[in-house]
């Protein structure tokens, strides 16, 4: 193996590790706080991108901007998820996590095929905004800019959403209500109202995780239920619930993917999987979670 | 620094159970107990292959199959409590090992069949022994791991799964000395198949049930209404449960079994995660708290896909908003539905009698 060799795995685990980051945050989110386990969060992510594509579309006459495009998709989906918690899910808070679980697969069944039905099958594919076209060259490898820009937009969401939890009041609220939800209620916090604004933050992260994807891979039908599967094993790693751990989370199972192609090109797929078994086995409240009493 | 949002589940007050129907025992009903309801089901069915079209034997075969697999599933969700999201494993895992002896290796089914069950039991021993420390979310998450674990093997190992090309061709029973039974010489090949099917999982859902009523399965109740009560009388709940999961996933090989001589082939989709929802939702939407609402789950879903995809290609939608519907209106599913209809007449009979 030569340098350049590892360094570009390193460096294309780590573009995986900060993608995946985006979308598994806002689902650790939401389980902790809510203690729902979101599988229509793929879904979001996939409007998201359906809709920078949109968005592009509708703005071509304009001079499209990818960056309009991207926030623009986030806030629909942001809409989407607050529409969708405020009508539905909060009717099943107080069931058993199976109608929950359910109910968001529901989401994923109706959101595919309405992608589907508006966007079609076919691939749709976004150009990567001009400024940051081109790469540079960093030990033998090319390394383009705008991998470099997510692998930036990881760690600078992970350290914005990192302090505000820790430090705004908002933050302080939220870990209330995912500690003792009654107890915040019964003081006075507004429960529902948290809930709500926490689903469509998280729903946001997975609109926007969906928009800046677009430059890197074709908008397909299916990209839904193949990144919740990876967004699980992220979460499930680092620690449901917690968000540095979902972020550490995130850089093992990138490094572990690349590296294990490298490796066992037959076995990548079974490695990550194998790491998520072995991780519930062994500490099931994640690498970087709390044991549970 | 590590921000910890997450709170211990165990902290929980336990969960009440959904008001999805009656528990599956109930001493109200004794005289429907008795009725020899899988041999009824089975004379009701057999002779579909005679006045039934084609079409309707090779539906009515899938339907059986699917109702196997859901009542397998219905074992741990329904009986005992347990959510797992990864029954798909054990399903494909009996598909493989009864497709590649068929095919590959030129076993006959006789064989064949019985190692589907007992290799996908094999694998529920090991990954069961795992699953069973965790409770909750955390046992629906390691039983999707390993799934997936068995699906990115089924995938990728060309050698003995054909990777993404699966096994095609796998071939049908040796089904002639069906010739020897009266009305049966004139039957095709897929009636042939259906009549074993039927056979074979009536035996199957005839055990399952016979499990259910044993002291067994009472436990197995017991631990899906309290666990830690169930724990504090001194059962040992993790062996119970393990012997459940080591049941249903050798019931779900079965199926599975069947599945791939049916679909004349095995294929990594058979144990891609989006079947374990499959199924799932067949057996929530017959009513998981019933022992038939499986059976009646897979009726209804599988003749839904056949009448719905003539008109349309947007089956997951309908699939999606009939699960909506199910979850807000109609918690209990089928069964729970015409359960409650039924409470409710009977409770204005008796009102208007007295």
């Known amino acids: 193996m030569t340098v350049s060799l590892i360094a570009a795995q390193f460096l294309s685990g780590l573009t995986t590790a900060m993608f995946l980051f985006l979308i598994a945050s806002g689902l650790s989110l939401v389980f902790g706080v809510m203690r729902v386990l979101n599988f229509a969060h793929g879904s979001f992510y996939m409007i998201g991108a359906y809709m920078t594509w949109q968005v592009m579309q509708w703005l071509q006459p304009a001079g499209a901007s990818f960056w309009l495009a991207a926030l623009a998709a986030g806030a629909t989906v942001a809409l989407l998820g607050g529409v969708v918690e405020r009508l539905l899910l909060r009717h099943l808070y107080g069931q058993e996590e199976l109608y929950q679980l359910l109910f968001t697969y529901a989401l994923v069944l109706i959101l ?45 969401i992970a350290i914005g959403g990192g302090l505000l939890l820790s430090r705004s009041s908002a933050g302080r609220l939220l870990r209330a209500a995912a500690y003792d939800r009654e107890m915040l209620g019964a003081l006075g916090g507004n429960v529902g109202m948290l809930y709500t604004g926490m689903f469509v933050v998280s729903s946001f992260l997975a609109g926007l995780a969906g928009a800046l994807i677009t430059p890197i891979v074709s908008v397909v039908p299916g990209m839904d239920v193949q990144v919740i599967v990876q967004a699980f094993i992220v979460v499930v790693i680092g620690g449901l619930g917690s968000f540095w751990g979902t972020f550490w989370g995130a850089v093992i199972y990138g490094l572990t993917l690349s590296f294990g192609i490298l490796a066992f090109p037959e076995f990548s797929l079974f490695s990550v999987f194998a790491l998520m078994a072995v991780v519930l086995m062994v500490r099931p409240w994640g690498l970087f979670g709390r044991p549970i009493r | 620094m590590s921000i910890q949002l997450s709170r211990p589940p165990a902290a929980r007050p336990p969960a009440s159970r959904p008001p999805a129907g009656p528990p599956l025992a109930r001493p109200a009903l004794p005289a429907i107990r008795r009725v020899p309801w899988t041999l009824l089901v089975f004379l009701l069915l057999l002779p579909l292959p005679w006045i039934g079209s084609r079409y309707n034997t090779f539906l009515g075969t899938e339907i059986v199959i699917d109702a196997l697999f859901a009542v397998s599933l219905n074992l741990l969700l329904g009986t005992t409590g347990l959510v797992s999201f990864g029954h798909v494993a054990y399903f494909g895992i009996g598909a493989y090992v009864c497709g590649i002896l068929m095919k590959t290796y030129g076993v006959s089914f006789a064989i064949a069949f019985p190692a589907a069950g007992l290799g996908a039991a094999a694998f529920s021993v090991v990954f069961g022994y795992f699953c069973v420390r965790l409770t909750k979310i955390y046992f629906a998450m390691l039983t999707l791991a390993f799934s997936q674990i068995i699906w990115a093997v089924c995938f990728k190992w060309n ?19 069906m010739a020897a039974i009266p009305g049966a010489e004139q039957l095709s090949e897929n009636g042939r198949f259906y009549l074993l099917t039927l056979t074979l999982v009536a035996l199957s859902v005839a055990a399952i049930g016979q499990i259910t009523r044993s002291p067994f399965g009472r436990m197995l109740t017991a631990i899906r209404d309290n666990r830690e009560r169930a724990a504090f009388i001194g059962l040992n709940v993790r062996a119970y449960e393990l012997a459940v999961f080591v049941v249903a996933g050798g019931f779900a090989g079965l199926s599975g079994a069947l599945y791939g001589i049916f679909t004349r082939g095995v294929f990594p989709d058979y144990v891609f995660w989006p079947k374990s929802a499959e199924v799932m939702i067949m057996t929530i939407l017959g009513g998981m708290s019933f022992f038939w609402g499986p059976p009646v789950g897979a009726l209804v879903l599988v003749w839904l896909n056949q009448e719905i995809t003539n008109y349309t290609q947007y089956w997951p939608f309908v699939l999606g908003t009939m699960l909506l519907v199910l979850l807000f209106a109609l918690p209990g599913g089928v069964l729970g539905g015409i ?16």
């Open chain 2, 339 to 354: 359960a409650r209809l039924a409470g409710a007449l009977q409770r204005r009979v008796a009102r208007r009698d007295a």
């Open chain 2, 159 to 177: 050698a003995v799964t054909g990777g993404d090309q699966g096994i095609a061709d796998v071939p049908f029973p040796n089904m002639h000395w």
């Open chain 1, 112 to 156: 595919g095929d309405a992608a589907k039905y508006i966007w079609g099958t076919g691939q749709l594919s976004v150009h990567r905004p001009p400024v940051l076209d081109g790469g540079f060259h960093l030990l033998g490898t090319t390394l383009p800019f705008y991998n470099l820009f997510i692998m930036l937009v990881g760690p600078a």
